[in-house]
Structures are given as C-alpha cells and as structure tokens.
C-alpha cells in the first residue's frame, strides 16, 4: 500500500537533547512537507522540500533542520535550540511541488512531548 | 499575504442537521486553488477537495457540498444530514504561490446522536 509513514508515534525528550522525526513515503512524489500543530491550533509549516538536496525555511524554522538526501525520507530534527517543542509534528507529501498545486498527503503525526 | 480565516472555532450540531463551515481567504495571486481536509481524532489529516480559482462551479459529493464564491473569496463546506463519524476537525487551505499550504486555523465539529 502506498502511504506516508511516520515514526515514532509517540517521543519523549528530555530538556537539551535533539530528536530526529523519521517520514518516510512510498508514493513517488517530489515534494515533502512537515508542519506542527498545537493543541486546539491550526497547522504551521516548519520546513518543505521540492526536490532532493533541496529544501526551504517555512513560518517556524527556528529550531528545526531537516535533510533530504533521498526522495521517499525527509527526516526532522528538533533541536535544543527549540525552546518549546511539545507539539504534534505531521509530515506530508504531494506528486510534485512549484506551482503544480498538488493536494498534499498526510502521514499519521508524531506526538514529541519534553519532560 | 496569504491568509485563511475560519471564524467558527467550534460547532455542534445533532445528528441529521446540516452544518456548513465557512473559509474565508486572501490573495493577491490570480491563480490559486483551496482545498479542504478532515482532521479525525486519530490525527491524520484526510483531503476532501481541491478547487481552482478559476472554476466557480459547486461541487456535490455524497452528503459533502462546496460552495466556492469568488466575489466574497469564500468556500464553504456544507454536511448533509450529519453523521456521527463526521465529528473532526475540518481545515481549509489555500495554496501559497504553489510551493506550499496556507492553512485555516480549524473548525471542530461535533455530531451528537
């Protein structure tokens, strides 16, 4: 089945470490996208990808780095740096980005919670 | 800027009413397309609809309805005949230049039986 996947379901973090968001999709698409949500608020755009080897700065980068050094993975990592980082963290994708308008896909989200 | 705005924060509703949710959205562009998502508790956001700027045409699915108004730059969704499992949160986006999403902030709808 094609799909996005994201792991782990649920994280705790302790105060100062970094933790790396694991998105990965099966459905061939170019652009991946990951956003946070905070409770009873909408999504916000951390970072996005167009391409391999390319991503951009969304609303909320500070804090964030992602890589995307393979088409299906665009892992997230949340630094120390972010100083409250509790939140739920969804990933998507959509066929292809730059101007094309795609309906992007959503993977099931990723719960980070700092003790 | 882009921005969405979804002034209902939260709606409940019996089940069998209609309920519509209203976007409203601002551009500059004069290409553009919006799109609405289900937010079911599990979490995962379900896509619904997509319409472009161009296309002013209602659209019916099932008991779904969208009404999309360029003059007033709304599109709102209705729910025909509610049902239970159409408890969620409903967003409504707008596409950023074509290179990302503009979401709304939400609205959480509650069908009672």
């Known amino acids: 089945d094609g799909g996005i996947t994201q792991s782990p379901k649920y994280l705790f973090r302790k105060e100062g470490q970094n933790v790396t968001l694991s998105c990965e999709q099966n459905?061939?698409?170019?652009?991946m996208y990951w956003y946070r949500q905070d409770p009873g608020q909408g999504l916000r755009l951390i970072y996005y990808?167009?391409?391999?080897?390319?991503?951009q700065k969304g609303d909320i980068a500070e804090g964030y780095s992602v890589s995307r050094e393979k088409k299906e993975s665009f892992p997230l990592t949340v630094t120390s740096a972010q100083k409250n980082p509790t939140a739920f963290y969804l990933c998507?994708?959509?066929?292809?980005?730059?101007?094309?308008?795609?309906?992007?896909?959503f993977g099931p989200g990723t719960r980070l919670t700092v003790l | 800027a882009q921005k969405v705005t979804q002034a209902q924060t939260e709606i409940s509703v019996v089940e069998k009413e209609d309920v519509t949710l209203d976007c409203v959205y601002e551009?500059?562009?004069?290409?553009?397309?919006l799109f609405w998502y289900k937010q079911p508790p599990s979490g995962e956001l379900v896509f619904l609809i997509r319409?472009?700027?161009?296309?002013?045409q209602n659209e019916i699915s099932g008991r779904y309805s969208w009404n999309f108004q360029k003059s007033t730059s709304s599109f709102n969704f209705t729910i025909t005949a509610s049902q239970v499992v159409d408890s969620a949160v409903y967003f409504c986006?707008?596409?950023?230049?074509?290179?990302?999403?503009?979401f709304g902030p939400g609205t959480r709808l509650s069908v009672l039986p």
């Open positions: 998507a994708s959509s066929k292809s980005g730059g101007y094309s308008y795609n309906e992007q896909f």
């Open positions: 459905l061939n698409h170019d652009a």
């Open positions: 990808s167009q391409i391999v080897n390319d991503f």
């Open positions: 551009t500059r562009d004069t290409t553009y397309y």
């Open positions: 319409r472009n700027s161009f296309d002013e």
């Open positions: 986006a707008l596409d950023n230049y074509g290179q990302n999403f503009v």
